[in-house]
């Protein structure tokens, strides 16, 4: 109805306003103000808007959605509704009784502060598929679903049913049984919604909104998870909720690169809100803008470019910014359609590991729920945001890899594996199938020292192939120790130490000549005594087939997360190198520069620049970069800047001049 043969192509370009205080006559003239904007698709939610969240009723919102579907038609716009299904709304909040989750003591806890969460054993259900199918008369492309809530619910449902299942009341389970329940009530919700989807349309797609890094689940439940998402989206760019300056400026990249690891062949979106979180009505700078849209779109995904304020907001210079990116992407819509990563470095992200290993929470708004008190030295989201921020300051082209794309480890030379402490037999055969096929895995700490459900293994799950054993004992070093790798990297002091990180497993090593890397005897002070000369085993380096294991038993990447030490940036950077392709390197950058490469189906080569070089966020302008160097395989010949509209001049063979950088820089090779 109104607007057949609008196809959705893979890539998209989707427009979100995620309120409505308008008036009706202002409502129906979105679509051609989107359109106007430069965006291809609305994921829909101020037609039928229950204040911030959204729920469709027929007798409510029909007259006014059939009236905006033919603008949105005439628009050439497609349409994703939304759907909430994590809240209880103002206007369906008076069923809490009937709908709410309640706490342990009876009560209605409050999401945002303001409402109910809806209990997914209740007759909401009914309710909310029976708003699903009356939308079957639109021609739409399908649904976002926000949420479902991942919260134990005590209610009256719930108690029995948990009881039913367990064999116990509630009030006397286990915390592991509570979140079993839960998870296992929010993966039955979703898959009966697929269903239904499926079978009002068969052409519908719908997603929801996954939070990749919470950790709440291992890797075969994710798998399940992931089920019911045709596209997989994240909120890669909601930010900040924490201080500004606390905020990892690769989170929105990272987080489309994860998203195309668990994707397969689905496309992936982020989700971009354009405020700064959590002020709705105020917006990120225009530099912000910029370079958190150009991060999710030089890593594969679809941009949601959503706002919780009046549209009138993107009258200012942060709107114009957003148009221009929006405009831009339209303008090369084509190249986008359909590309591949060149990266020849991957992040292995464990599902597994963060599933049951102690970490850090993310922060959301919707899924910052991670994190717990597991008895673990280590923090699982830092020795991962380690990894990244690593790769990231070495202006490296990556991606992420994790156990539900084992299969694309042959594309990469080099696999960073952060404190990977759990890993199935499955895994590991894969990883050590990567080395002996000519790759290199390069892991720290923990490394294979549990299986996939967190039961320590008799010996670690690489030891053999890496020529090392863990003894069972960890040494603490404090924050006033130190190791070297000597003939290898050569710290500039007289001694060629480096510091140490605190935690590190203690390890015997069969050969000696697999030794690469020692520490110093632990001192008990600072300023104790002259530290003795590094003698203790801290790293090896190992042939496995035709490739190599380097493993340092320092938690060396959580380390550099919390002091970004340039020693230990120099040192991995050399050891990567030596095993990578290097045939994408950028020169005389700062740290702050990200690089990412991708080929696309258009038979030309995509270089994104996203310069987050500033001494305060958030970054109202990126200092101003000189005299870079792209360095790039020799059958290139012809460099030219989409973004600042320049043909960058060869200054030799494979080696083009990036004379200024400002935020961003979209280079195609040809």
């Given at each position: 109805m109104y607007n057949k043969g609008i196809f959705m192509k893979k890539h998209l370009r989707i427009a979100a306003l995620q309120c409505n205080f308008q008036t009706p006559e202002q409502t129906l003239a979105m679509p051609e103000f989107w359109q106007d904007f430069g965006f291809n698709t609305e994921q829909l939610l101020h037609t039928h808007a229950d204040m911030y969240s959204a729920v469709y009723e027929e007798n409510v919102h029909g007259k006014l959605l059939e009236e905006y579907m033919k603008n949105s038609a005439a628009a050439d716009m497609g349409t994703i509704v939304y759907m909430n299904c994590h809240i209880l709304g103002p206007s369906i909040a008076h069923h809490k009784e009937e709908w709410g989750v309640r706490d342990a003591d009876g009560n209605y806890p409050l999401s945002y502060g303001t409402y109910p969460a809806c209990c997914l054993n209740s007759s909401w259900v009914d309710y909310f598929f029976d708003c699903v199918e009356s939308l079957k008369k639109f021609d739409i492309y399908g649904f976002f679903f926000d949420g479902p809530p991942y919260h134990n619910c005590y209610c009256p449902r719930c108690q029995e049913k948990f009881e039913k299942l367990y064999g116990k009341k509630q009030s006397e389970a286990t915390p592991q049984e509570l979140d079993e329940f839960t998870y296992e009530t929010v993966l039955a919700f979703k898959d009966a919604l697929y269903k239904k989807v499926k079978s009002v349309n068969p052409e519908w797609l719908m997603y929801f909104n996954e939070g990749l890094f919470v950790g709440r689940a291992d890797s075969r439940n994710f798998a399940r998870q992931l089920a019911s998402d045709d596209i997989v989206g994240t909120e890669g760019g909601f930010f900040y909720y924490i201080q500004p300056k606390k905020h990892d400026i690769w989170h929105c990249a990272s987080s489309a690169k994860l998203a195309e690891a668990v994707a397969g062949d689905k496309p992936t979106v982020i989700f971009f809100a354009g405020d700064h979180k959590s002020w709705g009505w105020f917006l990120h700078t225009p530099a912000e803008?910029?370079?958190?849209?150009?991060?999710?779109?030089?890593?594969?995904?679809?941009?949601?470019?959503?706002?919780?304020?009046?549209?009138?907001?993107?009258?200012?210079?942060?709107?114009?910014?957003?148009?221009?990116?929006?405009?831009?992407?339209?303008?090369?819509?084509?190249?986008?359609?359909?590309?591949?990563?060149?990266?020849?470095?991957?992040?292995?992200?464990?599902?597994?590991?963060?599933?049951?290993?102690?970490?850090?929470s993310e922060e959301s708004d919707l899924y910052g729920e991670g994190g717990d008190t597991r008895d673990f030295l280590g923090d699982y989201r830092m020795a991962v945001q380690g990894a990244f921020g690593l790769c990231n300051h070495l202006n490296m082209p990556y991606d992420a890899v994790c156990e539900l794309n084992l299969q694309d480890l042959k594309r990469y030379k080099v696999v960073l594996a952060p404190n990977l402490a759990m890993v199935s037999d499955k895994?590991?055969?894969?990883?050590?199938?990567?080395?002996?096929?000519?790759?290199?895995?390069?892991?720290?700490?923990?490394?294979?020292?549990?299986?996939?459900?967190?039961?320590?293994?008799?010996?670690?799950?690489?030891?053999?192939?890496?020529?090392?054993?863990?003894?069972?004992?960890?040494?603490?070093?404090?924050?006033?120790?130190?190791?070297?790798?000597?003939?290898?990297?050569?710290?500039?002091?007289?001694?060629?130490?480096?510091?140490?990180?605190?935690?590190?497993?203690?390890?015997?090593?069969?050969?000696?000549?697999?030794?690469?890397?020692?520490?110093?005897?632990?001192?008990?002070?600072?300023?104790?005594?002259?530290?003795?000369?590094?003698?203790?085993?801290?790293?090896?380096?190992?042939?496995?087939?035709?490739?190599?294991?380097?493993?340092?038993?320092?938690?060396?990447?959580?380390?550099?997360?919390?002091?970004?030490?340039?020693?230990?940036?120099?040192?991995?950077?050399?050891?990567?190198?030596?095993?990578?392709?290097?045939?994408?390197?950028?020169?005389?950058?700062?740290?702050?520069?990200?690089?990412?490469?991708?080929?696309?189906?258009?038979?030309?080569?995509?270089?994104?620049?996203?310069?987050?070089?500033?001494?305060?966020?958030?970054?109202?302008?990126?200092?101003?970069?000189?005299?870079?160097?792209?360095?790039?395989?020799?059958?290139?010949?012809?460099?030219?800047?989409?973004?600042?509209?320049?043909?960058?001049?060869?200054?030799?063979?494979?080696?083009?001049?990036?004379?200024?950088?400002?935020?961003?820089?979209?280079?195609?090779?040809?």
């Open positions: 803008t910029a370079l958190c849209y150009m991060s999710a779109l030089g890593n594969g995904a679809s941009i949601w470019y959503g706002i919780h304020c009046n549209p009138d907001n993107l009258l200012s210079n942060t709107g114009a910014m957003a148009k221009r990116l929006v405009q831009f992407d339209k303008k090369y819509d084509e190249l986008y359609q359909n590309t591949r990563s060149l990266a020849d470095t991957a992040v292995f992200y464990s599902y597994d590991t963060a599933a049951n290993y102690h970490q850090s895994t590991a055969q894969a990883l050590l199938e990567f080395v002996a096929d000519g790759g290199t895995l390069i892991a720290d700490f923990e490394f294979g020292m549990f299986d996939e459900n967190g039961c320590k293994r008799e010996q670690g799950a690489f030891a053999a192939a890496a020529g090392f054993s863990f003894t069972g004992q960890y040494l603490d070093h404090s924050l006033f120790n130190y190791c070297a790798f000597p003939e290898f990297y050569d710290a500039d002091n007289t001694h060629k130490w480096i510091p140490a990180p605190r935690w590190s497993a203690g390890i015997s090593v069969k050969e000696a000549d697999d030794i690469f890397g020692l520490a110093n005897p632990p001192m008990r002070g600072c300023y104790e005594m002259k530290p003795q000369d590094p003698s203790v085993p801290y790293a090896v380096k190992k042939r496995y087939g035709q490739g190599t294991i380097c493993y340092i038993s320092g938690a060396a990447f959580e380390h550099y997360f919390d002091f970004t030490n340039v020693a230990w940036r120099e040192f991995m950077g050399k050891l990567i190198r030596t095993y990578s392709g290097n045939d994408f390197v950028l020169h005389n950058a700062t740290t702050g520069v990200a690089m990412t490469v991708r080929e696309s189906a258009e038979k030309c080569v995509l270089v994104h620049l996203t310069n987050y070089t500033s001494a305060t966020r958030p970054i109202d302008r990126s200092a101003v970069l000189h005299d870079l160097v792209l360095e790039v395989p020799e059958k290139f010949t012809r460099a030219v800047d989409l973004w600042n509209g320049q043909e960058l001049e060869k200054i030799a063979t494979g080696k083009f001049a990036i004379k200024t950088l400002s935020e961003v820089s979209v280079i195609k090779l040809d």
